[in-house]
């Protein structure tokens, strides 16, 4: 089930946007607005690997 690195090509890559790549600075406070964005952002992550914690909880 694993690639080795040789069977990847680098040529049929997507194009990224500079925009989405870009690591913003945030100052966060103990406040509503600070825990909804943290939220959200743990929410979406669980997200994306679901299936990949799942295993690792019942291994």
């Given amino acids: 089930?694993?690639?080795?690195?040789?069977?990847?090509?680098?040529?049929?890559r997507?194009?990224?946007s500079?925009?989405?790549?870009?690591?913003l600075e945030m100052q966060?406070?103990?406040?509503?607005?600070t825990k909804r964005v943290v939220m959200h952002s743990a929410k979406r992550?669980?997200?994306q690997h679901k299936a990949e914690l799942q295993a690792l909880a019942y291994k």
């Fill in 1 to 12: 089930m694993n690639k080795r690195l040789e069977k990847y090509n680098s040529d049929d």
């Fill in 14 to 16: 997507k194009q990224r």
């Fill in 18 to 23: 500079a925009i989405k790549a870009q690591v």
């Fill in 28 to 33: 966060f406070s103990d406040d509503e607005a």
């Fill in 45 to 47: 992550i669980i997200q």
